[in-house]
Nanobody, 115 residues
Framework: QVQLVESGGGLVQAGGSLRLSCAAS????????AGWYRQAPGKQRDMVAT???????NYADSVKGRFTISRDILKNTVYLQMNSLKPEDTAVYYC?????????WGQGTQVTVSS
């Protein structure tokens, strides 16, 4: 059973940093592509950042220059480094990964940025 296990969320003051991790367990197959999405209360789930197998990345305009998505192939883990956090970054952050053409979601991790 493939699972994506997220960690690293929490409460931080505006201007602070957090690093989210998303580890794939229950499989020896590699993550082909992955992304981080977020959902604030009463809003839809939006893309934050994605990374594909070749290493190319894509970011939402609202996080460009502040967030960085990366991966550790050996650990089969994807990261989201979040710097210069703003109160509007407050949301539940979800990891998404494609493994052998199948789509998986993590359980979500809360990020709260206080002003």
């Amino acid at each position: 059973q493939v699972q994506l296990v997220e960690s690293g969320g929490g409460l931080v003051q505006a201007g602070g940093s957090l690093r989210l991790s998303c580890a794939a367990s229950g499989t020896t197959l590699s993550i082909n592509a992955a992304g981080w999405y977020r959902q604030a209360p009463g809003k839809q789930r939006d893309m934050v950042a994605t990374i594909v197998s070749g290493g190319s990345t894509n970011y939402a305009d609202s996080v460009k220059g502040r967030f960085t998505i990366s991966r550790d192939i050996l650990k089969n883990t994807v990261y989201l480094q979040m710097n210069s956090l703003k109160p509007e970054d407050t949301a539940v952050y979800y990891c998404n990964a494609v493994i052998r053409s199948r789509n998986y979601w993590g359980q979500g991790t809360q990020v709260t940025v206080s002003s």
